[in-house]
């Protein structure tokens, strides 16, 4: 699995003009399901997203975890994040998860978050999504779970 995550102040994500999804402060998480993922990389995932500490405490130092500030988190599913662009001039999705595999990690990822005591929201699987935010920093990060690491699939 990898995720790009950004600090937010607020986002949101529309599906035809409608919004699905919002949060104020918190995570906007956007999440890659490849071949060969399962549970144990969407539970490290969660653990590894809601303690991270991107947040400033009192002092401005990033201390603070999306737990610790009581945060929230929008959930995006982006198959692009598999794609690899090494070769040529188009984008080779062959590592990205199908999407009957990657809808169940995708809720499973988003059900854990809860579980962990983070409010979520989420954008639609597979649908034309319009994502919108504002980055607080900016503050961004990639992370790919150990497995892939190994496997050596960066992009």
């Not at 610790?68 to 692009?80: P, R, W, Y």
Request: proline share 4%.
């Amino acid at each position: 699995m990898k995720a790009v995550i950004q600090r937010v102040s607020e986002a949101g994500v529309k599906v035809d003009g409608r919004t699905v999804g919002a949060v104020e402060r918190g995570i906007l998480v956007l999440l890659g399901v490849e071949k060969g993922d399962s549970t144990k990389e969407a539970d490290w995932l969660a653990e590894k997203i809601v303690n991270l500490r991107i947040f400033e405490d009192a002092a401005g130092k990033m201390n603070l975890s999306l737990l610790d500030i009581k945060g929230e988190l929008l959930a995006v599913s982006q198959f692009t994040l598999a794609g690899n662009c090494s070769k040529g001039r188009r984008p080779s999705f062959d590592t990205a998860a199908p999407p009957e595999e990657a809808i169940q990690l995708y809720e499973y990822f988003v059900g854990k978050t809860w579980e962990l005591g983070i409010p979520v929201q989420t954008g639609i699987f597979q649908a034309d999504m319009k994502v919108s935010l504002v980055n607080d920093g900016p503050v961004t990060f990639i992370l790919e779970t150990p497995k892939n690491k190994e496997r050596g699939t960066r992009s």
